[in-house]
């Protein structure tokens, strides 16, 4: 395929030989979020690859949909650590993105909106750990080349002037949503498990499993995209529905993609314990634990301990 | 470019599962071959019953239809050459029935093959073909590519471990071809036809899959060759001994100095080495088999020769394999690391030849390329590594491909152990099958008179693979 005309895209430029290097071998799919979420391949790593590659030689048109292709991305590198080539996927999107900003494109993809309702405190600017807040000409705004969509800046923002718009399955009202569904459907439902993206996901998703495999699963677990950004709602939705303890897996301390997440999740979940407290409930009932990157035999044997806990304290009274 | 009518396709399948963006349609275009072209649709069923409407439809409106899994195919088999829509797959992904008393698994055509060996797991089974691909390869794509993998030379192929299917047929009609049964006597066993027609014939929307036992012991050993003869004289006499490898597996040189330079693995820098394997329940019979292929590389010369039955030293002994892709794309900034000539397989006799010709081949025309392979199988792999900036590498690269082909064709060997034809593997495929062209076209024409399921692949891919599609790489003016 000849180049067809000179390319507009001069950061993108430099990984040419980085997107003919990818063997389009797919073995990013089923690790990415997106397209966990979506189960669309177009949504997948692969398909950003083959975007850039797109846009880059002149063979798509840069649009509002290739762009967001490459502003939709949650930066958990999980692609990047199946990746069978050693591609830096998200080094591609962030160059790509530079040069789709220039042109004009403005996301927003996964990256942060704030509306109206800001009260320019700069809580979340302080609180960006990847310095993609600042002070701008329409007052708080979110820098789109630099937001890796971890949600801090949501969920610390005392006016709820923030938000990601396209949460492909992670946010607030996803995790409610799903966690109360799964109650709802199983009997045998005791615990919901908040699994971060960093510390420990489960994979292989993309396949539905017979309902008598399944029919009497006690847990389930849902992804979110950093412990530190569970809100309050979130963790108490499932007690409201009945189940008998919730389980939150965040990376270690010093481990964090984002920062404080893994804090952040220790004094949400405290927060929480001392509700259950003051209702008279054993406060743990709901717990954090600390997963290193992918430590799968760990995290089981933590869902194992907390399951065996509940068992003996039976449902809430 | 026909019309398609999305109102129809909107009414079949509802707005959320059809992609008409380009955006979109781009990446749908390729496969992990070198080949792209714009389909000009792309839609997602969940159930059967949609995809009879759709193939009523495209068979009515003449619209081509490419059946699609994780478009991980090696030679362009789903990359729409001319045109059409693609029917995403992935999304009929449901593992129907996992049946321990009768040995049997229904499984729609989207699940993933880990996926369903991660189901199989808790109940001591798993499903064998598993290419290296399985984290991405489905079910669908696995049955229309007869994949198979390290573990067939024991285990056999797609093709062995399919009991039966419901496929839509081109004009939507549904059948249910083979049975639930290990056997099945007469007929013309149109199952097995299926499998390996690269979504040319039908559209598999179900399958029924034997499955086995783990087995309790797994050792796995390595052993050095100076010279390629001796390594490709090794697996001959293994397989010849009645020993059951579980796997045999040759690295040549290139494929070790790539890896060492890439990875500083620190692998000794030898013609060849095999690495073989055995399983089973009883630890004294895997015993015997590993130290009757031991016996066997020593005889033949084979060197540091290793076994273990330790998981962690087992991953060891096999990384120099695992970490080839990446080794290979990492070779070199310039270069990259090209599916082509990807997969044949010759008699075990000749896969010595076979491995020096393709070194042979390589340097004459200057690009580099490495002989790798499930050779317990017969099965030989190689990549062309090139600087695809270059059209001079390409006319190489065609050049070389035709070579390779001729060499396989001469020593009775065959196109495709594993990948497919697809396009980029056409013109060796059609020179092969020379006497029975006519004879697959008419079974092509049979059950699908209109030409619409999958056109342009296989038999009717064009013979120049260059310039068959437009190619997924920058080329140089
Ligand atoms: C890195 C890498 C390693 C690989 N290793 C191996 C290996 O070890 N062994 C091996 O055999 N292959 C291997 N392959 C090739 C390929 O992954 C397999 O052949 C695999 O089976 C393709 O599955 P898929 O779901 O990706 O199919 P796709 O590529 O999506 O499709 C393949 C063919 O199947 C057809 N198809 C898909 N679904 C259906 C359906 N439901 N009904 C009818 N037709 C359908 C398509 O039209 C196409 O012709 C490898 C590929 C890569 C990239
Ligand atoms: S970084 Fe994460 S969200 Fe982004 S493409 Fe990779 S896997 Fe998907
Ligand atoms: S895993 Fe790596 S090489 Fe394979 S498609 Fe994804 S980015 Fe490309
Ligand atoms: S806090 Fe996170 S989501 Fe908010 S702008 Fe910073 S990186 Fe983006």
């Known amino acids: ?317 | 470019m026909k019309t398609i009518d999305e109102s129809k396709l909107r009414e079949i399948f509802g707005e959320e599962n059809i992609k008409t963006d380009p955006s979109d349609l781009y990446a749908f275009g390729s496969d992990a071959s070198v080949h792209h072209a714009m389909p000009w649709a792309v839609v997602r069923p969940d159930n059967t019953r949609q995809v009879q409407q759709l193939m009523v439809y495209a068979n009515d409106a003449l619209i081509p239809v490419i059946p699609r899994g994780g478009g991980s195919g090696m030679c362009g088999q789903t990359v729409p050459i001319r045109g059409g829509i693609v029917l995403d797959m992935k999304h009929m992904n449901r593992i129907l029935e996992i049946n321990l008393p009768d040995v049997y698994c229904r499984v729609e055509p989207g699940v993933v093959d880990d996926d369903l060996n991660l189901a199989l797991k808790p109940h001591g089974m798993f499903y064998p073909p598993t290419p290296a691909s399985s984290r991405i390869a489905t079910i669908g794509g696995e049955i229309a590519n007869n994949a198979s993998g390290v573990r067939s030379v024991k285990y056999g192929a797609t093709r062995d471990a399919v009991l039966g299917m419901k496929v839509v047929l081109p004009n939507g009609d549904l059948v249910t071809l083979g049975a639930h049964t290990r056997v099945e006597a007469s007929g013309y066993q149109l199952h097995k036809l299926m499998v390996g027609s690269e979504g040319t014939l039908g559209i598999v929307v179900e399958a029924t899959l034997n499955f086995v036992p783990i087995p309790e012991y797994r050792c796995m050993g390595i052993a050095n060759f100076d010279h390629l003869a001796h390594a490709g004289a090794a697996v001959g006499s293994i397989m010849a001994s009645g020993a059951i490898p579980s796997m045999l597996e040759l690295v040549d040189s290139v494929a070790i100095k790539a890896v060492n330079k890439t990875m500083n693995l620190g692998l000794k820098e030898v013609a060849a080495s095999l690495i073989f394997e055995a399983d089973g329940m009883v630890k004294e019979a895997v015993d015997y088999e590993i130290n009757k292929m031991k016996e066997i590389c020593k005889k033949h010369q084979g060197s540091d020769i290793t076994t273990s039955y330790d998981p962690r030293e087992r991953a060891r002994i096999f990384m120099g394999r695992k970490k080839l892709f990446p080794a290979l794309s990492k070779y070199d900034d310039n270069l990259s690391s090209t599916s082509l000539a990807d997969d044949m397989a010759v008699p075990y006799s000749r896969m010595a030849d076979m491995a020096g010709k393709i070194h042979e081949v390589a340097k004459k025309n200057n690009i580099i390329m490495t002989a790798y392979g499930h050779c317990g199988s017969g099965c030989m792999h190689t990549k062309i590594l090139m600087d695809t900036k270059q059209p001079e590498q390409w006319a190489s690269a065609r050049k070389a491909i035709t070579e390779i082909y001729e060499f396989v064709r001469s020593v009775n060997g065959t196109t495709s152990a594993e990948h497919g034809i697809g396009l980029s593997k056409a013109a060796s495929f059609k020179v092969e099958k020379a006497d029975s062209l006519r004879l697959l076209q008419t079974i092509k024409q049979a059950l699908d008179p209109n030409n619409i399921l999958n056109p342009g692949k296989l038999m009717q891919a064009p013979d120049d693979w260059v310039t068959a599609t437009g190619l997924r790489y920058a080329v140089n003016n």
């Open chain 1, 1 to 317: 395929m000849e180049t067809k005309h000179p390319t507009r895209f001069n950061h993108l430029k430099k990984w040419e030989s980085t997107l003919a290097a990818c063997i389009r071998c797919g073995y990013c799919f089923e690790h990415c979020p997106l397209f966990k979420y979506t189960g669309w391949e177009s949504d997948a790593p692969r398909a950003k690859i083959i975007t850039a590659f797109g846009l880059l030689s002149g063979e798509l048109e840069p649009s509002e949909a290739a762009a967001d292709k490459l502003f939709n991305c949650f930066y958990c590198k999980r692609c990047e650590a199946a990746c069978s080539s050693g591609v830096t996927l998200t080094d591609i999107f962030t160059d790509a993105r530079k040069d789709l900003v220039e042109m004009g494109y403005a996301g927003p993809g996964t990256t942060a909106v704030t509306d109206l309702t800001c009260a320019q405190c700069l809580l979340c600017v302080t609180a960006c750990p990847h310095e993609a807040r600042f002070h701008g000409e329409n007052g708080i705004e979110t820098d789109l080349v630099k937001c890796q969509s971890c949600g801090t800046c949501v969920s610390i923002c005392p006016a709820n002037a923030v938000n990601i718009l396209h949460t492909f399955g992670t946010g607030k009202e996803d995790l409610t949503r799903a966690s109360a569904r799964f109650l709802d459907t199983h009997a045998s439902a005791k615990a919901i498990v908040f699994a971060c993206n960093w510390s420990y996901y489960p994979d292989l998703q993309a396949s539905r499993l017979p309902e008598s495999e399944t029919h009497d699963k006690d847990y389930d677990i849902y992804v979110n995209m950093c412990a530190g950004r569970l809100e309050p709602e979130t963790l108490m939705a499932p007690f409201l529905n009945h189940a008998w303890g919730v389980l939150v897996a965040c990376c270690p301390e010093d481990d964090c993609q984002h920062k404080n997440g893994g804090k952040r999740s220790k004094q949400q979940v405290k927060r929480i314990q001392s509700i259950l407290e003051n209702l008279d409930i054993d406060p743990e009932r709901i717990q954090v634990v600390e997963i290193p990157d992918g430590d799968k035999t760990l995290f089981q044997a933590e869902i194992d301990t907390f399951i065996d806990h509940l068992n003996a304290l039976g449902p809430i009274k």
